[in-house]
């Protein structure tokens, strides 16, 4: 079947510091990956994507690579600030397998100044 | 960009009583309607799926008689917790996809928190 696994939370980093969520899934076929982020009293927003194996997704100064041998795709950024703060949800969609997504648990970021 | 607006964003209700959450996609179509909930420390699960003018499709283990979905038109769905209880407490969203130039698109709403004392 299909499902995500997120690093747990929550993570507090300092202003300018690394970020890296790990996110590895379990799926059949060939699912698209997403992460999605959801700041304080607002929706799910779509962070980035990919949707083949070797896609790199981006926005916002935000990475993540779809790694197939690893089934993994963690997010990075080089140097976080204060509005980074928020939720993130790894997700996956799977067209072959019906329309739902499939989340991980959310992982809460602080960004401290 | 496309805008789905979920209300309200927390609401505490008394055991036994019900509630509605609505969901209206504000400038789009919304041929369909994902309802997810997630309970504290858990994954975000879809709970439903409902496309505009026919009964919701509710996965495994969700009552339809307790979690009643409309979708009577393209821009509205909403969901309906009956008869609440503590153990409904939980946090709900919603997902709408359209279908634009040949690809769904799929919005999220902002969330409810729901609270059943």
């Known amino acids: 079947g299909n499902s995500v696994t997120q690093m747990e939370g929550p993570v507090t980093l300092s202003e300018e510091a690394f970020l890296t969520i790990n996110c590895t899934y379990t799926?059949?076929?060939?699912?698209?990956l997403f992460w999605y982020v959801q700041y304080p009293g607002e929706g799910l927003q779509l962070l980035l994507k990919?949707?083949?194996?070797?896609d790199k997704g981006s926005n916002k100064g935000f990475e993540a690579t779809y790694r197939k041998e690893t089934t993994s795709f963690h997010l990075e950024k080089g140097s976080v600030q204060v509005s980074d703060s928020a939720v993130y949800f790894c997700?996956?969609?799977?067209?072959?397998?019906?329309?739902?997504?499939?989340f991980g648990t959310g992982t809460s970021l602080t960004v401290i100044p | 960009g496309a805008v789905v607006s979920q209300h309200p964003s927390r609401v505490i209700c008394k055991s036994g009583t019900s509630v509605k959450i609505e969901c209206r996609s504000l400038d789009f179509q919304a041929t369909t309607m994902f309802w997810y909930r997630q309970f504290p420390k858990q994954s975000l699960m879809l709970m439903a799926t409902?496309?505009?003018?026919?009964?919701?499709?509710?996965e495994q283990g969700v009552e339809k008689d307790k979690f009643l979905i409309n979708h009577a038109s393209l821009t509205l769905s909403t969901l309906t917790v009956t008869s609440a209880h503590p153990e409904d407490s939980s946090f709900y969203i919603c997902?709408?996809?359209?279908?634009?130039?040949?690809?769904?698109?799929?919005?999220f709403g902002s969330g409810t928190r729901l609270t059943v004392v």
């Open positions: 799926a059949t076929g060939y699912p698209s």
């Open positions: 409902s496309n505009e003018g026919s009964k919701a499709t509710y």
């Open positions: 997700a996956l969609h799977n067209q072959n397998t019906g329309n739902q997504f499939y």
């Open positions: 990919a949707t083949k194996a070797d």
């Open positions: 997902s709408a996809r359209e279908y634009r130039q040949g690809i769904y698109g799929y919005t």
